[in-house]
Structure formats: structure tokens, C-alpha cells
């Protein structure tokens, strides 16, 4: 099985260090981490797109999903193959 989540950031400023801990927790069943993101010389967007390929299984899956959930500014969407 195959587990994508996304999730979008809408202040990064505000969100990134909350966010960064619920991806330490569980940085073992992340396999890949992609950030998407407008930036160019004189722009960089404070919201962006996260999106990871997680392996943990179901379980460990929804657990972090509530935990980003329950985050003020996060929206979190959720694949399966």
C-alpha cells in the first residue's frame, strides 16, 4: 500500500515549527518529503504544499494526520494506492 498526504501550509511562519515536530515524530515512516512553494528574487510565499510519501501504515498514518489536523493554519488530504 501506498500513502500520500498533503498537506497545506498557510503561514509558514506561524505553522513551521509545530509542523516540523509532528514530522520528527514520525520521520521513520516518511520515505519521501516534497515542499512546493512560490518563490522567485523578490517573492517567497509564506503558504506552500507539503507532500509525503509515509510507509508507517494505516494506524501511525492517521495518528499523524489528527495531530496536523489539529494544527490552527493546516489542511491535511490523504491518498491511498
Known sequence: MKIIIGV????????????????REYGCSIRTRIGLHEAADNVCAPNGLIV??????????????????????????????
Open 8 to 23: 497545506n501550509v498557510t503561514s509558514f511562519a506561524k505553522n513551521s515549527g509545530e509542523v516540523q515536530t509532528v514530522f
Open 52 to 81: 509525503l510519501e509515509f510507509v508507517g501504515g494505516r494506524e501511525l498514518a492517521d495518528e499523524m494526520t489528527a495531530k496536523l489536523t489539529a494544527l490552527s493554519g493546516i489542511e491535511v488530504k490523504r491518498m491511498e494506492f
